[in-house]
């Protein structure tokens, strides 16, 4: 920036900055509740802090932790092995597979994931047992619906085929994508359409998938709070366990909101370097680990 | 080398001939593109598409490697049905891994370039060579170097499409073709998405190719190369072989008045 070619008066005059009087009159606002909502916390008795530090680490919390993450990890697998699936379907030239996929996505993301749950608890009203009877050999195998419906199988069954009717959507979006160029050169390379999706159309699609794919873990993992209604041991369940004897609801309702946002901070943070990862310039600087975390602490050497 | 079949005697297709075509039909719903195309390219030789846009030039380049579905007619490359199996007088469609077979004989050059854009340049050509014909991971490596430094891009191999220019993306393009090896080449307006001074760069390979003797069926609007490269000029308007003939004296003295005006649009 050149000096103004006159200088004089153009430098003497002050700058009044403009009042945002509703900016002001908010911040005073925002401030208040957020002492109110401070001083209940420290000095309403209800909330009995050293209670809750108490069954923070209670063995029984623990177990319910972890049986929580244990849901949410193998109900997100399923989901997203389903979900893969469904999408292709859906994008299959045939016209019967395509509207099983688009009836299965409308059905199992459209139905409440509480009533599905409910529901695959309770199948034994629908099916009494299950049995592999072959003609001429006889029956193979017999199980009673009661003995492998347990309410833990139950929650993984509802809750995964609820989420892999999300996950098929974000999988099919993520393959559209795709430029079509994409699989017309992989054609005239001789590579087969599985070839093409696996090498070339997956991949790609990767960065597209990945992002709401985070979103969706954590909100699976809030979800799977419902199961406490069909008496699997979550981090809920086991907090209800204690308060329903003890009468600490508050302070136990504390401690599990406590790990649920514990773990959401976790995945949030984990989401945003994969995001990042993912989501790379348009120039792209390699794929190594290294890299990665190169660039995430800003290590790496300029050449 | 397996004994031609018998019925490329009864449908007249020359000896030499790589790509043959013979009343070629193609239609999107209503809309009838191709309205019988005749062509035959002998092996070897560089045959350059002209036509206006709409004279369905690109679809017949389409046709040939089967991207598009016939509707009528017969189209052979080195007496080779692509999608279709011909027995008892009736044509069986082939299953995805027979056609992936044939087509991997095909190389085809877009417009758009649609490398892998997930691959480095290297990785571009040696993806279909290892996973399609089989061949070991360092042998398709030294191929695909070596074609690298034959389009003149050597130092680039560890690039990612994004990083390389458009005319260089095409060369990686053309190389990536040329790694499986192709009996015939297949050029779908090459140039026409590059800034005027990439052009050459490309055209200059595309040259080299022709020279040692590569089987080359290129859609272009570039008249001049078309002239100094071109064994054959054929021009298409609305769905039809309109004209054909040398490119030199095609371009001099067109002999019908579609391709004489198409020719004065251009030049």
Known sequence: MSRSAHPGPVDTYTVVPLRHYGLWIGTVISLAIICLIAKSLITNPVFDWPIAGKYLLHPSIMRGLGQTLLLTVTIMFLAITIGTIVAIMRLSPSTILNAFAGAYIWFFRGAPALIQLIFWFNLSMVVREVSITLPFVGTLFTAKTNDFMTPFVSAVVALSLHEAGYMAEIVRAG?????????????????????????????????????????????????????????????????????????????????VMFWYLFVVTILSIGQYFIERYYGRSDIDQGRTLGRILGDTFKTRNRN | ?????????????????????????????????????DLNVPKGTVACIIGPSGSGKSTFLRCINHLEELSGGILLVDGEFIGYDLRNGKLYEVRDRVLCKRRSNIGMVFQSFNLFSHMTALENLTEAPIRVKGVPANEAKDQAYALLKRVGLADKAEFYPRQLSGGQQQRVAIARALAMNPKVLLFDEPTSALDPELVGEVLQVMRDLAKSGMTMIVVTHEIGFAREVGDDLIFMDNGVVAEQGVPKEMIASPKSPRTREFLASVC
């Open chain 1, 175 to 255: 393959i559209n994508s795709v430029g079509k160029g994409q699989t017309e050169a992989a054609g005239s390379l001789g590579m087969t359409r599985r070839m093409t999706l696996w090498r070339i159309t997956l991949p790609q699609a990767m960065r597209f998938i990945v992002p709401p794919t985070g979103n969706e873990t954590i909100n699976l993992l809030k979800t799977t709070s419902l199961v406490t209604f069909i008496a699997v041991n979550d981090l809920l369940y086991s907090a209800q366990a204690i308060y329903a004897r003890t009468f600490e609801t508050i302070p136990l309702l504390m401690v």
């Open chain 2, 1 to 37: 080398m397996a004994p031609k079949p018998s019925y490329l005697k009864d449908l007249g297709v020359p000896e030499d001939s790589i790509v043959f075509a013979r009343g070629v039909r193609k239609s999107f719903g209503s809309l009838e593109v191709l309205r019988g195309v």
